[in-house]
């Protein structure tokens, strides 16, 4: 099978659209359909059909993307496998992180990508759902994500993932609040609390969600935002109490807002690198999931 026909399957199934798949490979769009007509002729079996103005896979099709991965992620191997003739790792790795994850992980991890002269990476903050992580995959060769470690992990033979740290979650309080004196606090003791959440279908949600059905109580949440340092703002300033990783809020030493474990339960989200499989084997990829893991073990607190 030719292997520039399967990386136009692979870009199709990840992107959804031939015009999308197109734009990826610098072709257009009539060029991918025929690439895919030319396999699907190779090949003797139907691996797209039509689906309103568009089309789709058939269970053939994606078969085929799955085999399609080997075959790419042996060539990307045959070509490390040149690079491993040089002393350094060498070129650019392009990372997709959430952003209280980069404010975690970005300063220290960027310092020791200098240290490698020859080594560059491109970094973007997106705020993402678990679930657009796999297509993102399409545009990036690692993407560091969330998720409630409740959460059913990554289970894809498309996929690698591997763990950087476990991160759990707290109450902030506003100084000042009538629990301030308590060393960890019972989530049945905020049930009448404004509650300042994420989006629906945002790791941290997926956590406040899981409480509730562990503990029956049904917080009220009166605002949705996804910028931390935003939600920080307003519990400082008395407008609710919110769930926010340990690692990264700012309290100030108390003296901005307080921090306070949830007694009796474990709330926490797991930060993961995900990547293709077969991507490690490029020396500059392999390189800079070390230099993430050295990171997160430098920022998790023994």
């Known amino acids: 099978m030719d292997v520039v026909r399967l990386r136009a ?14 734009a990826a490979l610098h072709c257009t769009p009539s060029a991918v359909s025929q690439q895919l007509k030319a396999l699907q002729a190779e090949v003797g079996v139907v691996l797209t059909e039509p689906a309103g103005r568009g089309l789709r896979l058939t269970d053939a099709g994606r ?16 070509q490390s496998e040149l690079d491993t003739y040089r002393s350094v790792p060498r ?26 002269s020859e080594l560059g990476v491109e ?3 997106i705020d993402m759902m678990p679930a657009e992580v ?7 060769d690692i993407v560091v994500t969330h998720r409630d470690e409740r959460a059913e992990p990554y289970e894809s033979d498309r996929l690698t993932v591997a763990h950087l740290l476990r991160e759990p979650l707290d109450v902030a309080l506003p100084v000042g609040h009538r629990l301030a004196h308590r060393r960890k606090v019972e989530l049945a003791e905020l049930a009448t609390e404004r509650w300042l959440g994420v989006e629906v279908g945002f790791p941290v949600d997926d956590v406040l969600r899981s409480l ?30 919110a769930l926010l990783p340990r ?14 474990p949830i007694a009796g339960i474990r709330a926490a989200r797991h930060v993961e690198a995900v990547l293709r499989p077969g991507a490690a084997a490029r020396p500059a990829v392999a390189t800079v999931l070390d230099l993430l893991r050295a990171e997160a073990r430098a920022v998790t607190p023994r």
């Open 212 to 241: 509730v059905v562990r503990t029956g109580v049904r917080p009220d949440v009166v605002q949705r935002i996804n910028d931390f340092g935003v939600t920080e703002e307003l519990v400082a300033a008395g407008h609710g109490v």
């Open 9 to 22: 399957l692979r870009e199709f199934a990840d992107r959804g659209s031939l015009t999308a798949a197109a």
């Open 134 to 140: 796999p297509a993102m995959l399409a545009d990036f």
């Open 123 to 125: 970094v973007r903050d």
């Open 63 to 78: 078969a085929l993307v799955v085999r399609a991965d080997e075959v790419l992620a042996a060539v990307e191997r045959a």
């Open 247 to 260: 690692y990264t809020i700012d309290t100030r030493r108390g003296k901005r807002l307080l921090r306070k």
């Open 91 to 116: 070129g650019t790795v392009r990372i997709a992180i959430f952003p209280s994850g980069g404010q975690l992980l970005l300063p220290g991890f960027l310092h020791r990508v200098a240290e490698h």
